[in-house]
């Protein structure tokens, strides 16, 4: 999902506030994404990065995050510097003045659900890029598709994430279980992972194992994760952005013939937002990963399996008129 908002005439500046550091435990609950990370932008700038702490946005529980905040200008990017190594998180990077991003990749690791990056200012994309594909797993918390992101705009199912794959239906040993098994649901920062089919505790008792990881026969696609830009002032230049489910992977089943693979992950979402004009360009994708299209059989057994479905690939949608606080 692509999402794209321009905020029109708008200016969030924090002229005339002191500066201090930013001290999260202060500040654990807020009314929206922007509001933190606008509180962070009239706060002095970090070294490096900072570890946050569980943030409540809107009475909702996003999860933990770390921060960094630079003063803006042409930041030179050091991943260690922008991003902590710390799984299941998300990251925030602040630019406290009109940014020229470095020309590089600059996505934070595998391990981060969703990257958000804010400018209290104009900011230039200046063709850097930003990978956030394969990032969920079922066994962590998504939060569902409504989320405040300022004080006037919230999420929904139209511009979230979107779900995980389904696999095909199963006749377990014996001819005595069929079923399919359900992909994860998509939310906000993530997309839902594909699903898969898991051994169980005997041949007799395979099982789906709704949107975990799964072995033997098939193993779900990783949800991508999402990307938040918001800018006080202009958008510019280009950007690759990529938020991709994984594919379904097959992870074989003795002499089985055919293939029988797990679901796809669903893609993840763009939000773009600023309160002059939007001018840029470049690659914005946001696929769901495939899933195994083919089915199998398992020798003399009955045992059978179907093949996966690939994850959703949300909308590109753009809306004018928000505005911040």
Same mark, same amino acid.
């Given at each position: 999902? /692509? ?26 609950? /807020? ?17 490096? /990065? ?6 409540? /946005? ?39 003045? &009109? ?57 929904? &199912? ?49 099982? &789906? ?117």
């Amino acid at each position: 999902m /692509v999402f794209a908002v321009t905020l029109i005439g708008q200016n969030a500046g924090s002229g005339g506030v002191k500066e201090t550091p930013f001290v999260p435990e202060e500040i654990p609950s /807020v009314e929206s994404l922007y509001s933190i990370m606008s509180l962070m932008s009239g706060s002095l700038a970090t070294e490096s /990065v900072k570890q946050g702490i569980t943030l409540t /946005v809107d009475g909702k529980n996003t999860g933990i995050y770390d921060y960094y905040i630079n003063d803006g200008g042409t930041p030179s990017f050091d991943s260690s510097t922008w991003y902590t190594t710390d799984s299941g998180q998300h990251s925030i990077v602040v630019f406290k003045a &009109d940014t020229t991003l470095p020309t590089v990749n600059i996505s934070p690791g595998n391990n981060k659900y969703s990257c958000m990056i804010f400018c209290n200012g104009n900011l230039n994309l200046n063709g850097c890029t930003i990978n956030m594909n394969a990032r969920y797993s079922g066994a962590h918390n998504n939060l569902s598709d409504a989320l405040r992101i300022t004080s006037g705009f919230v999420t929904s &199912d139209s511009n979230a994430a979107q779900n995980g794959g389904n696999t095909g239906s199963i006749n377990a040993w014996g001819g005595n279980r069929k079923g399919t098994s359900l992909g994860g649901a998509g939310g906000v920062f993530c997309g839902g992972q594909g699903a898969g089919w898991d051994k169980g505790l005997s041949r007799g008792e395979y099982h &789906d194992n709704g949107r975990y990881e799964s072995y033997r026969i098939g193993k779900g696609g990783r949800g991508a994760g999402s990307v938040f830009i918001i800018a006080t002032g202009n958008i510019s230049g280009a950007a690759t952005i990529n938020c991709n489910g994984e594919n379904g992977q097959y992870l074989g089943l003795g002499s089985a013939s055919g293939s029988g693979y797990g679901a796809g992950g669903g893609g993840g979402a763009i939000f773009m937002f600023c309160g002059g004009s939007d001018t840029s360009t470049g690659t914005r994708s946001v696929s769901g990963g495939s899933g195994g299209g083919q089915t199998g059989s398992y020798g003399p057994s009955g045992f059978s399996y179907g093949g996966a479905a690939g994850g959703k690939t949300g909308k590109t949608t753009s809306y004018s008129g928000q505005s911040f606080p």
